[in-house]
Nanobody, 126 residues
Framework: QVQLVESGGGLVQAGVSLRLSCAASGRTHSNYVMGWFRQAPGKERELVAA????????YYADSVKGRFTISRDNAKNTVYLQMNSLKPEDTTVYYCAADRYPTSWPPTSVHDYDYWGQGTQVTVSS
């Protein structure tokens, strides 16, 4: 069993940066893919960024490409989402997730992921 705990959300003005953290506890292994999702009200949960636990591959949704950066610190068992140049449309709840046995790259479906965090709210004011 793996537990994921997100932190770092908050209320910020447009144009500034935030860094989300996802601390993983329990048994993780190098095959994992870690993803950051977000879900706006009335919409499906979408993959924003993903990274192999080895760090060899990363993926970004077009809407965040060039602004967001996903990274991981294996020593701390933590995955980060650095969000720069935030826009009001980035406002929503962000979730960290882990895919134990990825069979494709990138794993974009919520059904690909086995573990989820509780979510952290990001609000960007204009």
């Amino acid at each position: 069993q793996v537990q994921l705990v997100e932190s770092g959300g908050g209320l910020v003005q447009a144009g500034v940066s935030l860094r989300l953290s996802c601390a993983a506890s329990g048994r993780t292994h190098s095959n994992y893919v870690m993803g950051w999702f977000r879900q706006a009200p009335g919409k499906e949960r979408e993959l924003v960024a993903a990274i192999r636990w080895t760090g060899t591959s990363t993926y970004y949704a077009d809407s965040v490409k060039g602004r967001f950066t996903i990274s991981r610190d294996n020593a701390k068992n933590t995955v980060y989402l650095q969000m720069n140049s935030l826009k009001p449309e980035d406002t929503t709840v962000y979730y960290c997730a882990a895919d134990r046995y990825p069979t494709s790259w990138p794993p974009t479906s919520v059904h690909d992921y086995d573990y989820w965090g509780q979510g952290t709210q990001v609000t960007v004011s204009s």
